[in-house]
Nanobody, 115 residues
Framework: QVQLVESGGGLVQPGGSLRLSCEAS????????RGWYRQAPGKERELVAF???????NYADSVKGRFTISKDNAKNTAYLQMNSLELEETVVYCC?????????WGQGIQVTVSS
């Protein structure tokens, strides 16, 4: 089992930045990839970015050049640095970890982009 806890969400103005954090606990040695998803009300969950162990990060086209995924293995934490945020990116963000072909999810964290 893997447990994930997100932090760092909140209110930001359009064009602003936020950094989300996702700390993992439990069977972290089984994790093969970390990722971030987001979901707007009434819409399907959307992959934002992911990074596998020893691999390169991958991004949705809509966030390339603005968002950066990273991880600190010593802290068991993955990050999502979000720059140049747009109004329509006011959604719930959720971190993900894949371990033994199973998906684990955080509880979700709200990001609100508003002036």
């Amino acid at each position: 089992q893997v447990q994930l806890v997100e932090s760092g969400g909140g209110l930001v103005q359009p064009g602003g930045s936020l950094r989300l954090s996702c700390e993992a606990s439990g069977s972290i040695f089984l994790i093969v990839s970390r990722g971030w998803y987001r979901q707007a009300p009434g819409k399907e969950r959307e992959l934002v970015a992911f990074i596998s162990n020893g691999g390169y990060p991958n991004y949705a086209d809509s966030v390339k050049g603005r968002f950066t995924i990273s991880k600190d293995n010593a802290k068991n934490t993955a990050y999502l640095q979000m720059n140049s945020l747009e109004l329509e990116e006011t959604v719930v963000y959720c971190c993900n970890a894949v371990a033994r072909a199973a998906d684990y999810w955080g509880q979700g964290i709200q990001v609100t982009v508003s002036s």
